[in-house]
């Protein structure tokens, strides 16, 4: 068995030896690809070891995605490419501007040698499962943005819970896996008190909740800032052709919402910040100059992909909340 080789009283784990030894023996080009692995039971007797310490090494490589398993035929080399350490499965729930600013951060501080696998299951429930179905047992770490999706925790049941990071919304249910999170509604409620002298001069505070992807936390917070300060307020699912009252203050979670209520104000003759105001959720670039700029209740994007790269470099089994700000401008 020149593949594989252990040695004892090294001070090195033996399922770590076997993957130090299956890595130089690929590097050598004594494995190539599509070669067979010799059988757990081979290396077993080999050199006196469990299944279970076997087992572990050939799982190790499977998850970085240098072997492969045939169920009742054994392992093979599926690539040649030994200097990933680090493969991760990770999981949004769809490509927008503030995803794409956790993903390049992510991807700028998780450092090299680690291969990223990005996927979306654009809020269903179906597609969100069947993709931590097929992607068990394939990689070292899961990073999972299950947003309002119900019974999420079922889905992740049959992944180790060492190697899952939950991302931007977490829930009770999932209180065992580490996370870096947004607290939706305690973001509000804050950015809202931090802007308050500016509010006072609105008739009443209008949130525009679709409730379909939009975190039920910003809801509460909201509804909680307003009766807590004697707000008049509504909170409504859709702008559609509604009219623009003098007084109005516009909370938008949604983009879309933001347009239609700004084309809305232009054809009523209406002032922004002054006639009425706009409060926008999440950062973007754009908002700094739309409209003279748009106020925004944001988190920090960049910090949350940054500390999510630490995360799954220390290993980290905590959970983090991400901070959030106001960002006055014009639009209030």
């Not at 799982?59 to 350490?85: M, N, Q």
């Not at 819970?161 to 249910?173: A, C, H, P, R």
Request: hydrophobic share 40%; proline share 3%; charged share 25%.
């Amino acid at each position: 068995m020149n593949v594989i080789s252990i040695q004892n009283n090294l001070g090195l784990p033996k399922y770590k030896q076997i993957i130090l030894s299956i890595e130089k023996s690929i590097e050598e080009g004594k494995l190539l690809k599509g070669d067979r692995l010799p059988s757990v039971n081979k290396v077993c007797l080999a050199f006196s070891l469990s299944r279970d310490t076997v087992l572990l090494g050939y799982d190790e490589l499977k998850k970085r995605g240098i072997i492969y398993a045939i169920p009742g035929k054994g392992y093979y080399v599926k690539s040649v490419e030994t200097t990933i350490k680090q493969k991760i499965f990770l999981l949004f729930d769809e490509l927008n501007s503030f995803k794409e600013d956790i993903y390049n951060s992510f991807l700028q501080h998780i450092g090299k040698n680690v291969q990223v696998d990005i996927f979306f299951h654009h809020f269903n429930a179906q597609v969100f499962q069947k993709l931590i179905s097929d992607s068990y047992g394939n990689y070292t770490k899961y990073i999972i943005m299950p947003t309002n999706l119900s019974d999420v925790a079922s889905f992740l049941k049959n992944l180790p819970v060492g190697e899952v990071i939950i991302l931007d919304q977490t829930n009770q249910d999932l209180k065992l896996y580490p996370a870096i999170y947004q607290n939706h509604q305690k973001d509000i409620f804050e950015g809202l008190t931090k802007g308050k002298a500016k509010l006072n001069k609105y008739q009443k505070l209008i949130l525009i909740f679709p409730g379909f992807r939009e975190p039920l936390g910003m809801k509460i917070g909201f509804e909680a800032f307003c009766t807590e300060n004697d707000f008049e307020y509504e909170i409504i699912t859709e702008f559609a052709e509604r009219e623009i009252t003098f007084g109005d203050l516009f909370i938008i979670p949604n983009d879309r919402d933001l347009v239609h209520v700004i084309e809305k104000a232009r054809s009523q003759n209406l002032k922004l910040g002054a006639d009425f105001g706009i409060i926008s959720y999440n950062e973007t670039p754009l908002k700094k100059i739309v409209a003279n700029g748009i106020t925004t209740i944001s988190t920090h994007f960049e910090t949350m992909g940054k500390i999510l790269a630490s995360m799954v470099l220390k290993g980290s089994k905590e959970q983090i909340e991400n901070k959030s700000s106001l960002i006055i401008r014009n639009s209030l």
